[in-house]
């Protein structure tokens, strides 16, 4: 891999660590991520999956090392410059407005009137709407833009995080354990949806769902301890014994 | 500077830094209590004065009492009534927290204002009991005068009482916060409710037993508090601001932090009244500690904790 | 329409609500009030200014301030000045070591007038005074702590701090601010005199329409998308971070926004009431303010006024016949609201009130469709 020509990858992490008081949560990582491209963190509890997309996400000050997204070094911008960067990031809890509607919660997420007083002015107009209906339909919540997030079931919750992604058009999409507690169906519905969205942006996922991942991954890494124990298509890494070692997959 | 000689300077600063001692022990030991009640539990009790007051007039009732039925008692109450008056602002405390606090932990701005509407009510009362002009103890013969160690330092023996109280109260509050097993079962609780929970620690008794030690240590501060002044329904509120100054400028977490804290205020204001007005010096102070907090709202002594 | 309808009034149940409002306080009050009581009204609604203040900062943007008085204070401080100095005219002021400068400064011993009061010669300088500078110095507070996220009850202290820091300030520097007794003996605006009857009357409607203007101000600011960040933010900062908002930027906006509107109460107090002290800075008087809005319902910018208007008129009621009981009352009602009604009065009516609009049928045809959004989105679902 040619180390300068790191414009043709869409995300470019080299050398990161963080540290707490002394324990290495990420240890000088290495990891690339190209467009189009639908890449899955794997790896047991505590290696270190959440503390990597918090680090990107700016949720976390890394300790030193680079991260770049599109050529933009994102290590030293706070949280909302990095989403406006076209970052955005699904947490391991479903994590949106319990007390607004569905049409509510997209339409905050719409990534115009961000300013005070672009969102005092901001018109709620037919572009708005057409564009918060696009997306309720895209993550199967278009009957249910005026309920209230709150009274949503899990699966649903989570759908609606990803909307309020989407509807931001991020070229980079991370997303936490996104089918964690989800029915079967569920999860055959949230595999459509995410091999769907992954043309045109790249996604990082973390999961642990093993047949989860195999539906939908191009490539798979696996992370222990901070470090990368293997990298590469799904079935070899699964036939990696070294993987198979740390992480009995299931 | 300013026209004194080495010698008288240094004896003013010696007595307004004596004088700043007995102001650093009454918000030492109000802002232990209040420390623990906030840094373990997050609550801020905006009645924290009243308990403090609850202690000194405990104090007064006592001595009262004493003087009218026992007189030949007058030279020991005041020991007991320190004891009295933990006893008695912890229960306040335990009831207070039993009715209403436990209701509230998950919503710190409403604690706020839910115990406002206690301390209120409790000034209410003590001018209902006591009448709204201010009370005094009768205080014992060995509390009063002041011992002179140079002909230009005056040091008040109700000061050094105070003080020595202070000392015994802080050590003893680090014994059982760090040492005692009972204190390590709090300091679970605070750090992780759930498994403290879950690894069989009554989480509730001991916010309970942690809220009423919080005001038990108010009732002793109002103690010493008689002292120095007389007490009033509103002699809670006079300290109150400084109090939560102390504990938010100390690092709410850190035993540490408060005595710093406490310390650093008490002997600022102090030997700054001296050379320009009281009113001055307060406002000196406070507006330098909210300048620090601007800088570092985590507090000046605080330790870190991964956010 | 429905522009004027959503933007500036919420919905046709605001509209009404707002209607009642300004009917009871321009119409009903001054036919049925003597002059006295339509003044003590006039005081009560400068509070509600503060109270209005705090539904945006603390109801909405759940940022509690414990220090409104700062901003009541400095316009009323303001207003205070300009009328002091008129009063103090050479020739008012004769008898006095020096003339021309206001009384209190005289017993001072001060002899010259202070620089900082010199711009208050003018009212234009005055009514800038009122509005910008409450907003300046809200803005510095804000950004220092917003910025540094420090929020709840650490900046709820600090507030509260900086309200006793004023205050202790204002008292202790008695020759260049009338201490604790305050600036008093105001006389005329610009030669028309004050004291008179007509002339609080014309205060007291200007006092009306300008609250009326904040209100629908202030609703203006809450149906917009600002509105639904506010609530955002405070049920999940984070979140509107990552959303790509700068929370900091939007705190300290409502807070900068709410000190303005408490100074103008504070103006209003000065020009209706005659004078202004220490006493509507500090800690009581600011924790006061947000009793109003609780007990009003700090999710109601209408409940707010009329939760101002009903503690102050129970204080007045009672501080004559029972005033031990007074603060005992105070006292529940903040732990009772907390505990068990914390949308206020607004909230209590919003839960309950259809019991009684039930028994005047034609009153439902209004409030039906804007009910539950349950209720809406079965009728969306029926019609689409």
């Known amino acids: 891999m040619n180390m300068s020509t790191n414009t043709d990858f869409t995300l470019a992490i080299e050398d990161l660590t963080v540290s707490f008081d002394g324990f290495k949560a990420v240890d000088s990582l290495n990891f690339y991520l190209d467009r189009n491209e639908l890449h899955v963190v794997i790896g047991p509890n505590g290696a270190g999956k959440t503390t990597v997309l918090d680090l990107i996400c700016g949720k976390t000050k890394s300790t030193s090392g680079s991260i770049k997204f599109l050529n933009k070094e994102l290590t030293n911008l706070s949280e909302h410059e990095i989403v406006r960067a076209g970052v955005g990031r699904k947490f391991q809890t479903p994590s949106i407005y319990e007390n607004l509607s569905v049409m509510e919660n997209l339409e905050i997420s719409y990534p115009k009137g961000r300013g005070v007083f672009g969102s005092l002015m901001f018109k709620h107009d037919a572009v708005v709407r057409d564009k918060i209906m696009e997306v309720a339909k895209q993550i199967m919540l278009e009957k249910f833009l005026h309920t209230e997030a709150g009274l949503l079931s899990h699966g649903q919750k989570q759908w609606l995080e990803i909307g309020m992604l989407l509807i931001q058009d991020p070229q980079l999409l991370m997303l936490d354990e996104p089918v964690a507690g989800m029915s079967v169906k569920e999860r055959e519905q949230t595999a459509e949806l995410l091999n769907k969205i992954s043309a045109g942006r790249s996604v990082l996922v973390i999961e642990h769902d093993m047949e989860f991942v195999a539906r939908i991954a191009h490539k798979v890494t696996v992370l222990h301890q901070g470090k990368i124990l293997a990298a590469g298509e799904m079935k070899d890494v699964q036939k990696d014994p070294k993987v198979i070692e740390v992480y009995l997959g299931h | ?307 | 329409m429905s522009f004027v309808y959503e933007k500036l009034f919420g919905d046709k149940k605001g509209l009404i609500g707002f209607c009642i409002l300004a009917a009871l306080i321009l119409v009903v009050f001054p036919v049925m009030l003597d002059s006295f009581r339509l003044n003590l009204v006039g005081k009560y609604l400068t509070y509600a200014f503060a109270a209005v203040s705090l539904v945006l900062l603390w109801g909405y943007g759940g940022t509690l301030s414990l220090g409104q008085g700062i901003f009541f204070g400095i316009g009323g401080y303001a207003m205070a000045m300009f009328l002091k100095l008129e009063a103090s005219s050479p020739e008012n002021t004769a008898i006095q070591s020096t003339p021309g400068i206001p009384d209190f400064m005289d017993w001072n011993q001060i002899t010259e007038l202070p620089l900082f009061w010199m711009p208050f010669h003018s009212f234009t300088f005055t009514l800038f005074a009122v509005l910008v500078v409450p907003t300046i110095f809200a803005y510095i507070i804000g950004a220092a702590m917003f910025k540094r996220r420090v929020g709840g009850v650490y900046f709820a202290i600090i507030t509260q701090v900086v309200s006793v820091i004023l205050t202790v300030l204002i008292v202790g520097q008695q020759g260049l601010t009338g201490g604790i007794n305050g600036i008093t003996d105001l006389r005329t605006l610009n030669g028309w005199d004050i004291t008179s009857d007509s002339a609080k009357n014309l205060f007291y409607f200007i006092n009306c329409f300008l609250l009326l203007a904040v209100i629908i101000a202030s609703r203006f600011i809450l149906t917009s998308k600002f509105g639904r960040l506010l609530l955002a933010m405070r049920d999940k900062e984070d979140r509107v971070r990552f959303s790509g908002y700068d929370v900091a930027n939007f705190k300290i906006f409502i807070f900068s926004f709410a000190a303005m509107i408490s100074a103008i109460g504070g103006a209003m107090f000065t020009l209706q009431v005659g004078f202004m002290s220490p006493s509507f800075v500090g800690i009581v008087p600011s924790i006061e303010m947000v009793i109003f809005a609780a007990i009003g319902g700090r999710m109601s910018l209408i409940g707010a006024v009329y939760g101002t208007l009903l503690i102050n008129f129970g204080k007045t009621a009672f501080s004559e016949s029972f005033p031990e009981l007074w603060l005992f009352l105070m006292g529940g009602l903040f732990i009772a609201v907390v505990m068990f009604f914390p949308n206020g009065l607004a909230g209590l009516w919003e839960d309950y009130g259809h019991h009684i609009t039930k028994r005047f049928g034609f009153i439902n045809k209004f409030f039906d469709k804007s009910k539950n959004t349950a209720d809406s989105v079965e009728l969306e679902g029926a019609n689409s």
């Open chain 2, 1 to 307: 500077m300013g026209g004194y000689s080495y010698d008288e300077l240094g004896a003013i600063f010696a007595m307004q830094g004596f004088a700043g001692i007995s102001l650093f022990s009454v918000l030492l030991l109000m802002a232990l209590g209040l420390a623990i009640i906030f840094g373990q539990m997050g609550v801020i009790n905006m009645a924290h004065g009243e308990f403090m007051a609850a202690g000194a007039y405990t104090t007064y009732l006592i001595s009262s009492l004493t003087e009218t039925y026992i007189p030949a008692f007058m030279p020991y109450y005041f020991v007991f009534s320190i004891a009295a008056a933990f006893l008695v602002a912890g229960t306040l405390g335990y009831l207070a927290e039993f009715i209403l606090i436990r209701h509230l932990y998950k919503r710190p701005l409403d604690t706020l204002l839910a115990t406002w509407g206690l301390s209120l009510i409790m000034q209410q009362s003590y001018r209902s009991i006591f009448g709204a002009r201010e009370v005094s103890p009768t205080l014992p013969e060995w509390l009063m005068g002041s011992v002179k160690p140079t002909e230009m330092i005056d040091i008040p023996i109700n000061g050094m009482f105070v003080l020595g109280l202070t000392i015994f109260t802080t050590l003893a509050v680090f014994y059982l916060m760090f040492k005692s097993s009972w204190g390590l079962r709090v300091r679970a609780t605070t750090q992780n409710r759930v498994m403290a929970g879950a690894v069989g620690i009554n989480t509730k008794k001991i916010d309970r037993y942690t809220f009423a030690l919080g005001c038990g240590i108010a009732g002793m501060a109002g103690a010493a508090f008689t002292t120095i002044a007389s007490t009033g329904p509103t002699t809670g509120t006079l300290y109150i601001v400084d109090t939560f100054m102390v504990v938010v400028f100390g690092g709410a977490a850190s035993l540490f932090g408060t005595i710093a804290s406490a310390f650093s205020i008490a002997q600022a204001q102090s030997i700054l009244e001296f050379f320009i007005s009281g009113s001055m010096a307060k406002v000196f102070t406070l507006l330098t500690l909210v300048i620090i907090l601007m800088f570092k709202p985590e507090g000046l002594f605080a330790s870190k904790v991964r956010r």
